[in-house]
């Protein structure tokens, strides 16, 4: 069984997968929640289990 996209909710193969927070997303999916810039293992930012970029958690948590 392959798992499904946190994002779009389609199956995830092996060689597009990206293994975050606790979910699965093709590579494509994996971009922050606020801007869309693509993100990828090492650069990006998990918060409420969502990925993001390094400039918006900070933004989102301060603004609480
Ligand atoms: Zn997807
Ligand atoms: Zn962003």
């Known amino acids: 069984m392959n798992p499904q996209c946190a994002r779009c909710g389609k199956v ?10 606790d979910k699965y997303w093709h590579k494509g999916c994996f971009h922050c929640e606020v801007c869309k810039m693509a993100l990828n293992m090492n650069n990006y930012k998990g918060y409420e289990k969502k990925p993001y970029c390094n400039y918006y958690p900070k933004r989102l948590i301060s603004s609480v």
């Open 12 to 21: 995830v193969y092996p060689t597009e997968k990206v293994n975050c927070l």
